[in-house]
C-alpha cells in the first residue's frame, strides 16, 4: 500500500465543505499557494488567486495584482472585497536579511491594508514560516524544534512577519495560525525553493548523459536526519488551520511526519529513475547545471516535454545548500496531532509518486 492508498483522517469532502468561506490565496503561483487554492477549490470554496501572472489550468478565479506596490494593491484587492480568510504564501527573494525583511514585510503589509479598505470580513490568515525561524539557515540548532522554542537574536523576515499579522488581527478581530513546513515537495513552475524539481531534472539529465546518479552534496548532508513537507499535505494542514478554533493564534510544524536520510533515499531515485548508482561526490549544482541547458531544450523536443524557461524549472542554490546542510533538520509535530491535525505520508513512497506525476504532466522525460 502507498501512502496515496490512504485517505487522510482529516479529509474534508467537497458536499461538506463550509460555502461561507471566500479564501484569497496570495501567491497563488507558488508550490504552496497553487496547491491550497486547488484544496479549497475541491472542498467546493469559492477561492481567489493573488498573483501577477494567471495560473496556467487553473480552477478557480484568479486576481492580477501586484503586492509589491501598495497603490496596486488597494485597487486590485478591491475585487477581493468579500475575502473572509487570507492564505499568504507569497514571498520575494532578496540577497541580505535586512532587503528580505523590508520586501517581505511589505507584501504582507500591503495586502493586509488592501483588504482593509476594501471592508473584507476577514476571519482567518494562515501565514507560512519555515526552519529559518529555528536557524536552520544558520547552522546547527537543538532537534526535534518545538514551536515554543525562543526567537533568534538573527533578525529575520518569518518574525517581522508573524508580528504583522498578529497585529492586524488584534486590531481587527480575526485570527491567524502560522504554519511551519520543512523542504516543501511538488510541482509548481517557478518556485525557486523545491528540492522535488532539483531531483528530478537532475537526475533525468545525468541519465541522458549516460552518467549514475549521485548524490551531489557532502557527505555529512547525506548521513544526516531531514524532514519534508508534502505540498498536498500542507494545504490540507492549511484548510484545518483556517476552521479549527485551537488553532487560533498558534503556530505549528507541518512535515510529512517521519525523517529521511539521503543515503537512503538516493539509491531508490536511482532505481525509480532505472540508473546505476554510485558514491556522493559533492558538485556545485548552481555552477554545473547551467552548462546543460541546451541539452534540457533538446530534451525537451525528444520526449515531448512542456516547454519550460530553464532558469524557471529549478532552484539549483537550493539544492546546493540543502545538499550541503550536515546537520540534522528535524521538528516536532506534536503539538498538530494534540489539536487535531494528524496527516502523514511516506516520504519515500511520496517521492516516487510525485516523480510519476511529473512524467505524466510532461515536465520530466519517462524512466524508460
Given at each position: 500500500m502507498t501512502s496515496t492508498d490512504i485517505e487522510p483522517a482529516t479529509a474534508v469532502p467537497a458536499a461538506a465543505a463550509d460555502q461561507t468561506h471566500v479564501v484569497a490565496v496570495a501567491g497563488a503561483g507558488g508550490v504552496i499557494g497553487r496547491h491550497v487554492a486547488d484544496e479549497y477549490a475541491r472542498r467546493g470554496v469559492a477561492v481567489r488567486g493573488l498573483s501577477r501572472r494567471p495560473v496556467s489550468g487553473a480552477q478557480w478565479e484568479h486576481l492580477p495584482v501586484d503586492l509589491l506596490d501598495r497603490e496596486a494593491a488597494r485597487t486590485g484587492l478591491e475585487g477581493a472585497r468579500d475575502t473572509t480568510h487570507l492564505?499568504?504564501?507569497?514571498?520575494?527573494?532578496?540577497?541580505?536579511?535586512?532587503?528580505?525583511?523590508?520586501?517581505?514585510?511589505?507584501?504582507?503589509?500591503?495586502t493586509l491594508r488592501g483588504l482593509e479598505q476594501a471592508g473584507a470580513p476577514l476571519r482567518h490568515g494562515t501565514l507560512y514560516q519555515g526552519g529559518k525561524a529555528y536557524g536552520a539557515h544558520l547552522g546547527y540548532f537543538n532537534t526535534p524544534a518545538k514551536e515554543r522554542d525562543p526567537r533568534l537574536i538573527q533578525p529575520n523576515f518569518y518574525y517581522e512577519q508573524e508580528d504583522i499579522l498578529r497585529a492586524a488581527a488584534a486590531a481587527h478581530g480575526f485570527q491567524a495560525t502560522m504554519l511551519r513546513p520543512e523542504g516543501v515537495v511538488g510541482y509548481a513552475v517557478g518556485n525557486p525553493m523545491n528540492i522535488l524539481m532539483v531531483i528530478a531534472v537532475y537526475a533525468s539529465i545525468c541519465r541522458e548523459l549516460g552518467q549514475p546518479l549521485r548524490f551531489p552534496g557532502t557527505h555529512a548532508a547525506y548521513d544526516a536526519m531531514y524532514q519534508v513537507t508534502d505540498a498536498s499535505l500542507l494545504a490540507r494542514a492549511t484548510v484545518w488551520a483556517g476552521s479549527e478554533a485551537r488553532a487560533a493564534g498558534e503556530v505549528y510544524n507541518i512535515t510529512n511526519g517521519d525523517q529521511i536520510r539521503?543515503?537512503?533515499?538516493?539509491?531508490?531515485?536511482?532505481?525509480?529513475?532505472?540508473?546505476?548508482?554510485?558514491?556522493?561526490?559533492?558538485?556545485?549544482?548552481?555552477?554545473?547545471?547551467?552548462?546543460?541547458?541546451?541539452?534540457?531544450?533538446?530534451?525537451?523536443?525528444?520526449?515531448?516535454?512542456?516547454?519550460?524557461?530553464?532558469?524557471?524549472?529549478?532552484?539549483?542554490?537550493?539544492?546546493?545548500?540543502?545538499?550541503?546542510?550536515?546537520?540534522?533538520?528535524?521538528?516536532?509535530?506534536?503539538?498538530?496531532?494534540?489539536?487535531?491535525?494528524?496527516?502523514?505520508?511516506?516520504?519515500?513512497?511520496?517521492?516516487?509518486?510525485?516523480?510519476?506525476?511529473?512524467?505524466?504532466?510532461?515536465?520530466?522525460?519517462?524512466?524508460?
Open positions: 492564505v499568504f504564501a507569497a514571498y520575494v527573494e532578496r540577497p541580505t536579511t535586512s532587503e528580505q525583511i523590508q520586501v517581505n514585510a511589505a507584501l504582507l503589509t500591503n539521503w543515503r537512503h533515499l538516493w539509491p531508490a531515485f536511482a532505481r525509480h529513475f532505472q540508473m546505476d548508482y554510485a558514491e556522493p561526490q559533492p558538485v556545485p549544482l548552481t555552477e554545473a547545471m547551467p552548462h546543460h541547458e541546451d541539452l534540457w531544450h533538446r530534451m525537451v523536443i525528444k520526449y515531448n516535454l512542456v516547454p519550460t524557461p530553464f532558469e524557471d524549472l529549478v532552484g539549483w542554490s537550493f539544492g546546493d545548500f540543502l545538499f550541503r546542510s550536515g546537520f540534522d533538520n528535524v521538528t516536532s509535530t506534536i503539538k498538530a496531532r494534540h489539536h487535531g491535525f494528524a496527516d502523514c505520508l511516506d516520504t519515500e513512497d511520496r517521492f516516487i509518486e510525485l516523480f510519476h506525476e511529473l512524467v505524466t504532466r510532461r515536465i520530466i522525460p519517462p524512466p524508460a
